[in-house]
């Protein structure tokens, strides 16, 4: 699903280069639900604004779904990621101006979606998610537990394969960090793909593999055979 | 493209990101659509005034073809003079001469008369007397009469309907008679035709047009080259045979004219579409309304900056504002919205605004076209038979404007980064700031300058208005004399109307003193020789103290000396000209022979314009050509005078109607154009301040917004209020100097131009430039510290809160 070689991300600002990513070597499989940690600084939102085809590697190669992707216009990557991708934010990025319902829906509006399909597949993830009441609330209105999950059924609104998260639970309390790591494992085991920045390494514990980086290196990748499991919680 | 509109419905929920937008931030969308639709308003009224001008004579279908002949005189001491009148022999040897000449008319537009058919009495003001050649040259609609015959024989007249229904109401008025009270007599016209009423947008009116040869019989000044009187049209046969007649007519005026009367004198032909605007220089014309290219101009120039500051506005609220929909953007980008859509949405939302403010200003300009119209005058006329081409131009602009406005605060929300969204949050790029900071600076300049400018022309206007004229102005009552039989009044008027105390001096003459014709005067024997061309005014005993002017030297006329009905007075610029030590008793000669002695020279005296120089005078004592009756009023029971005034003319004049009217009254008229220009340029300009004002309200309201959390922070560290005023105030300061000395040297260049059409002008002083930067300084200011205020006097705690 997931192929990253010799990949490499710089950024320049006036006269200094910082080295975001120096040389990372990663596959991600489908169905995989991987954690990726490290300290402050090492590179991890810019490996997920890679995978996720937000911004493009200064060098190596990147495979996503076998095509090799780094060097792919802006509009082709808009493309592939409006069909396969879903994000998930640490201060959830919901436009203000939409309601919740309204905010799921934009995907399938990008994706030229029916109208009546479109309601239907809505209505389906807010069921799912446990936020069909919410419909009608503005984000101001919700909880940012509430936004959380809005944020989530956007993301995977449109049976998008894999979802990155950076921090999904950095700005929540522990009751409901929990309940959104709950969501991302039951998708994940109905067979989406979940790539999920944190720097707990209590819910990088509900992945089946962690990978660390440090100063922009992949110094580790761990695969948990204990992992946890939404059938063990409940 | 295909996929954008694949997306209906991300086209609507895009739409109601906007309008949940501006729900949640009203102010802005009102300060948007508010400098826009005052753009449009102002820029409309504006378009409605200069497609008036440009278009006036166009009516005419040979327009292209038409010229009047304008002559250039050149006087011994260097100076050129225009006039738009010429020889009446003038034009009928320009057409025997040159082929590509198809026909020429000649006009005399007559003083006003008093006219009477039956019991009907009115004074006409319109009645003109013309070659019959006026019907092939100018357009006329004939409703009755022969085109071609109506102006052949003499005593024929051509009338419009309203003059037509005046005279004889419903009755066919051709082949009746209207009795014309001229100078040469009472004479019936026979009238041979009826027209529809001229255009009102023509340099022309008429409302009686007679023939012409009427007036030329044996001793007529109305024929031969020896007098300047008639006012001549060309009409060619192809409009591109101008250049060939044009490069010949120095070589025809050479063969053709008696030298010795009208040495150094050339004639140029000038476009008809042409006179409406630029015949400012010329002298005696009767243009009906006549127009100002600089005016149109400058109003256009003004139309143009009003809705560029709104678009500044516009833009840099957008751009400001942009932090706020910058996380949209990312949003929308993430999802997989291509960066061209956004393009295309924003610029789209940007075209909506400028037709919703486009839309606003419909009515506004409904409203304030009455207003508008009567400030110029009338001279506006809205034809409501086809406004499609109009209302498409006005949605061409609005389109442009939002084209205009939109592209830049697209281009640039429309780069934000959807990677920034993991980032956390959006700081708004350098970039920004600083073209916000350049468009500011413009508007500050923009209006630095035109408040310059009016300043400028304000006080320039009052140093006009407040000159010493050379006479007195003040209670000055004056009487039109229209024919000969009024004039011949003139003694037992006075004999009668000095028995009221309140009046204190009778006279007869000229208005203004101006003398509305010209004439040739040299002096006798060595030394002299040389023609002069000087204003001829004609004048009754005692018009000098009437009139309250200075005679500096010598005499004015008296009764009790004989032989004054061969002296004249002349005014200073007259006796420098010959540069006499003593003028007095010297001789001149006219050009028709008599030789007149000067018994006095009397202080020159401004007449007409104080954009013109004073010309030599000479005033002669002939009560017979005497224009007006004027009556020196005390200021004391004016009211019961002007009773008296009234019953005594009419007891001597009973067929006569009364009118009068004051001096003070005409010269006012005299500066209509530039009044009405003044108050209009002061109006104007008041709009474009306010519409900065406007947008630098926004602009502040947004800092404050974004900075109230820094503001609570320096207040909890011990920041007065003064402290946070200047700190919010520092950069617009830095802005307006930098504005002034932008503005300042563009102003001066424009406004030294302008004063340099008067011939009595201000200077222009720092202190005039420094004063509308204040100004303006201070609105800004005002505008400022309003919410500066507010944000010093916010409780800090609750600043902290914010976010
Ligand atoms: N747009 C940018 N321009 C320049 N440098 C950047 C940019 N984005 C990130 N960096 C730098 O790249 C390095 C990696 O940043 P990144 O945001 O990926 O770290 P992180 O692991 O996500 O940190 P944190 O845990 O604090 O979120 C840092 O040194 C950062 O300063
Ligand atoms: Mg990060």
């Not at chain 2, 009338?159 to 008025?173: E, L, V």
């Not at chain 2, 001066?748 to 430039?769: E, S, V």
Request: hydrophobic letters at 45%; proline letters at 4%.
């Amino acid at each position: 699903m997931i192929r990253l070689y010799n990949l490499r991300k710089i950024y320049r600002t006036g006269q200094v280069e910082t080295t975001a990513i120096a040389n990372a070597n990663l596959r991600i499989d489908p169905g995989e639900f991987v954690a990726i940690t490290g300290p402050s600084g090492s590179g991890k939102t810019t490996l997920l604004t890679i995978l996720g085809l937000l911004d493009s590697p200064t060098e190596g190669q990147y495979y996503f779904l076998d095509e090799e992707v780094s060097k792919l216009t802006e509009k082709r990557r808009a493309d592939l990621r409006r069909r396969n991708i879903g994000f998930v934010f640490q201060n959830f990025n919901l436009i203000n101006q939409l309601t919740a319902y309204e905010n799921i829906e934009l995907p399938l509006l990008h994706m030229g979606i029916a109208s009546s399909q479109r309601k239907d597949m809505v209505m389906a993830v807010m069921d799912k998610l446990r936020i069909t009441t919410r419909r009608n609330h503005y984000p101001q209105q919700l909880s940012g537990g509430q936004q959380q999950r809005v944020a989530v059924a956007r993301a995977v609104v449109g049976n998008q394969r894999v979802i990155l998260a950076d921090e999904p639970t950095g700005n929540l309390d522990s009751r409901n960090g929990e309940e959104v790591m709950e969501l991302l494992a039951r998708l994940n085991e109905d067979g989406t793909t979940v790539v999920m920045v944190t720097h707990s390494t209590e819910y990088a514990s509900w992945a089946n593999r962690v990978v660390q980086l440090f100063d922009g290196h992949v110094t580790n990748e761990n695969i948990l055979e204990g992992k946890r499991s939404v059938s063990e919680l409940s | 493209m295909k996929t954008f509109w694949k997306g209906r419905g991300v086209f609507r929920s895009y739409l109601k990101t906007i309008f949940r937008n501006i729900s949640g931030s009203k102010i802005y969308f009102f300060i948007n659509v508010a400098g826009l639709c005052i753009g449009f308003t102002i820029f409309t009224l504006i378009v409605l005034y200069v497609l008036n001008e440009l278009n006036y004579d166009t009516f005419n279908k040979k327009a292209d073809r038409i010229y009047r002949v304008v002559e250039l005189q050149k006087s011994p001491g260097g100076q050129v003079q225009r006039v738009a009148i010429t020889m009446p022999a003038l034009g009928p040897a320009l057409q025997s001469e040159f082929p590509e000449i198809a026909s020429t008319v000649r006009l005399i537009p007559w003083p006003t008369v008093l006219c009477h058919s039956g019991d009907r009495r009115f004074y006409e003001n319109k009645l003109t007397f013309a070659d019959s050649t006026i019907f092939d040259i100018f357009t006329f609609h004939f409703i009755e009469g022969n085109e071609a015959k109506a102006l052949n024989d003499p005593y024929s007249v051509v009338i419009d309907q309203t003059t037509a229904a005046r005279y004889f109401g419903k009755q066919n008025p051709i082949g009746k008679f209207i009795t014309v009270d001229a100078d040469f007599g009472q004479n019936a016209f026979q009238v041979t035709g009826v027209v529809q009423d001229f255009p009102r947008n023509s340099h022309l009116t008429f409302n009686m047009i007679a023939s012409l040869n009427t007036l030329q019989n044996k001793n007529s000044p109305f024929i031969g080259w020896a007098d300047n009187d008639v006012v001549t049209y060309i009409l060619l046969n192809r409009a591109n045979r101008f250049e060939s007649v044009q490069r010949k007519l120095p070589e025809f005026m050479a063969t053709n004219l008696p030298t010795d009367l009208w040495k150094g004198l050339e004639i140029y032909m000038q476009p008809l579409k042409d006179i409406h605007l630029y015949s400012g220089e010329i002298l005696y014309q009767v243009n009906h309304n006549m127009g100002n290219i600089d005016t149109v101009r400058l109003f256009s120039l003004i139309a143009f900056f009003v809705i560029f500051l709104a678009c500044i506005n516009f833009v840099n609220l957008t751009t400001a504002r942009s932090t706020i929909r910058a996380r949209e953007v990312g949003i929308r980008k993430l999802l997989g919205s291509y960066h061209s859509h956004l393009i295309y949405q924003f610029i789209g939302e940007s075209i909506v605004i400028s037709f919703v403010a486009l839309l606003l200003s419909l009515p506004l300009v409904e409203a304030f076209l009455p207003t508008f119209n009567s400030m110029m005058r009338g001279r506006i006329i809205v034809s409501y038979d086809n406004q499609l081409p109009f209302l498409l131009g006005l949605c061409a602009v609005a389109l442009v404007v939002g084209l205009v406005a939109g592209i830049y605060p697209a281009f640039y929300l429309s780069s934000f980064r959807s990677a920034d969204l993991l980032k956390g949050r959006f700081g708004s790029s350098k970039r920004g700031i600083l073209l916000r900071k350049i468009l500011t600076t413009l508007q500050f300049a923009i209006a630095i300058g035109l408040v310059t400018a009016t300043i400028i022309v304000i006080m320039q206007m009052n140093f006009i208005y407040d000159k010493p004229l050379g006479f007195n102005k003040r209670g000055l009552m004056y009487i039109p004399l229209r024919d000969t039989k009024s004039r011949s009044k003139i003694p037992v008027l006075r004999e009668k109307l000095l028995e009221d105390p309140n009046i204190l001096a009778v006279s007869a003459g000229e208005l203004t003193g101006s003398g509305t014709t010209q004439g040739k005067i040299s002096v006798p024997g060595p030394g002299g020789g040389s023609l002069r061309i000087v204003r001829e005014s004609f004048v009754d005993y005692g018009y000098v103290q009437t009139m309250g002017m200075k005679i500096v030297e010598g005499r004015s006329f008296s009764r009790d000396r004989l032989s004054d009905s061969s002296s004249v007075v002349v005014n200073e610029t007259m006796a420098n000209s010959f540069s006499w030590k003593d003028p007095i008793g010297k001789k001149i000669e006219t050009a028709n022979g008599p030789t007149f002695m000067i018994i006095g020279v009397i202080k020159d005296f401004n007449y007409f314009s104080l954009r013109e120089k004073v010309d030599p005078l000479v005033m002669w004592l002939h009560p017979n050509r005497c224009q007006y009756l004027l009556i020196r009023l005390a200021s004391r029971g004016r009211s019961s005078s002007i009773r008296y005034v009234k019953t005594t003319w009419n007891a001597l004049l009973p067929s006569h109607p009364f009118e009068y009217s004051f001096l003070s009254n005409y010269l006012d008229k005299q500066y209509g154009s530039e009044r009405e220009s003044e108050h209009l340029l002061i109006m104007f300009s008041l709009v474009a301040v306010l519409v900065a004002c406007l947008g630098l309200f926004g602009l502040t309201m947004h800092t404050t917004e974004q900075r109230i959390k820094e503001i609570g922070i320096r207040k909890v560290l011990g920041a007065s209020i003064a402290d946070i005023v200047l700190m919010l105030s520092r950069e617009t300061i830095w802005l307006v100097l930098i504005a002034c000395m932008a503005a300042w040297p563009v102003a001066y260049y424009f406004m030294a131009r302008w004063l340099n059409g008067f011939a009595y002008r201000i200077d222009l002083t720092p202190l005039t430039f420094i004063s509308s930067g204040v100004l303006v300084f201070t609105i800004a200011m005002l505008t400022l510290s309003f919410q500066a205020i507010n944000a010093g006097l916010s409780n800090p705690a609750k600043a902290l809160r914010y976010e």
